[in-house]
């Protein structure tokens, strides 16, 4: 059974339960970041980047009895061009044909209808994707990338040593104001004591005279 419509999240139902559905509220974060972050193309992955990508894609959720087992999202225009990422089915729902049914769930979503280019990158599932009609680029020197592969752990590192900074700085601040009050006491102290000196001559001089 398959539906969707402006109100209703676009959803297949498998005979024995398990629910393929393209409802981002659905989407358990806490499950897609704790494999993503561990997966081999986005190995350390902070959350809150994972929930951006998120919200601003088509994702899928595969789910049985509802919790969530499996993901897939797709990086498109809903027109023209899409490029599929982070799919995944969780190891121990693994072996019982669940990304190939996720797959023909999703190449069937009404948004990706029509499309004139949808591309995808993997290590090592091209047999699973060569079913669905994806093949190896035909002219990949007409494609070029950016490509920052440590991103994630580079920002993870730089902001470690901005709040080692800031608290070095917050430390600094904190020694120089206790230097300049010292500097302070001892001026005022300095001054006091020459005070006290001078109020002792002038009362000794008018002894004298």
Known sequence: ??????????EVHRDDGFVASDDPARIDLDVVHGYLSR???SAGIPRETVERAARNSLVFGLYSSGEQVGYA???TDRASFAYL???FVLESYQGRGLGQWMMEALLEHPDLQGLRRFLLA?????????????RPLGAPASFMERHDPDVYVRNREEGAKGKTRRGCGHDSRAML?????????????????GAVL???QR???SLLH
């Open 1 to 10: 059974m398959r539906t969707h419509t402006e109100a209703i999240p676009y």
């Open 39 to 41: 997966s081999y193309w």
């Open 73 to 75: 999202r797709v990086v």
């Open 85 to 87: 990422c982070d799919v």
């Open 122 to 134: 993997t290590r090592d599932a091209h047999s699973l994707y060569a079913r669905y009609g994806f």
């Open 177 to 193: 104001n206790s230097n300049c009050f010292l500097r302070l006491m001892r001026c005022w102290l300095s001054l006091g004591l």
């Open 198 to 200: 001078r109020a002792s």
């Open 203 to 205: 009362t000794a001089s």
